[in-house]
Nanobody, 117 residues
C-alpha cells in the first residue's frame, strides 16, 4: 500500500465550497484510476466519485452537479471541488485507487469535512 496525503477539509456553512486534494505519488505513471469516498459518523461508507486513468469521471447521485473531480498528472494530485455543500455532506473524505493491483494500491487517512446548517 502507498499512503496518500489528503488535505483541504474544514468546517463550513451550508452553501459554501471546499476543494480537497489527494497527492498520490506515481498514480499517474502507473495508469491508476482514483476515487473519493466518504464515511459519516454513522459509519456508512459511501463512494463519491471516480476519475479513470483516461480522465473519465463518474459521480454518486447525491453529489452530481455539485462536486467535480479532476487531476493534475504532473503533480500526481487528484482534486475534489465541492460546491453548494449541505449538512449531509459532513463526513471523513478519503481517496484511494479505484482498483487495487500491484501498481495501484493507494490509500489515505482522510480529511474531515463538516457542514453546518
Amino acid at each position: 500500500q502507498v499512503q496518500v496525503q489528503e488535505s483541504g477539509g474544514g468546517s463550513v456553512q451550508a452553501g459554501e465550497s471546499l476543494r480537497l486534494s489527494c497527492t498520490a505519488p506515481g498514480f499517474s505513471s502507473n495508469n491508476c484510476g482514483m476515487e473519493w469516498y466518504r464515511q459519516a459518523a454513522d459509519n456508512q461508507r459511501e463512494w463519491v466519485s471516480t476519475i479513470s486513468a483516461d480522465g473519465l469521471t463518474t459521480y454518486a447521485e447525491a453529489v452530481r452537479g455539485r462536486f467535480t473531480i479532476s487531476k493534475d498528472e504532473a503533480e500526481d494530485t487528484v482534486y475534489l471541488q465541492m460546491n453548494s455543500l449541505k449538512p449531509e455532506d459532513t463526513a471523513m473524505y478519503s481517496c484511494k485507487s479505484d482498483l487495487v493491483s500491484f501498481f495501484c494500491n493507494y490509500w489515505g487517512q482522510g480529511t474531515q469535512v463538516t457542514v453546518a446548517s
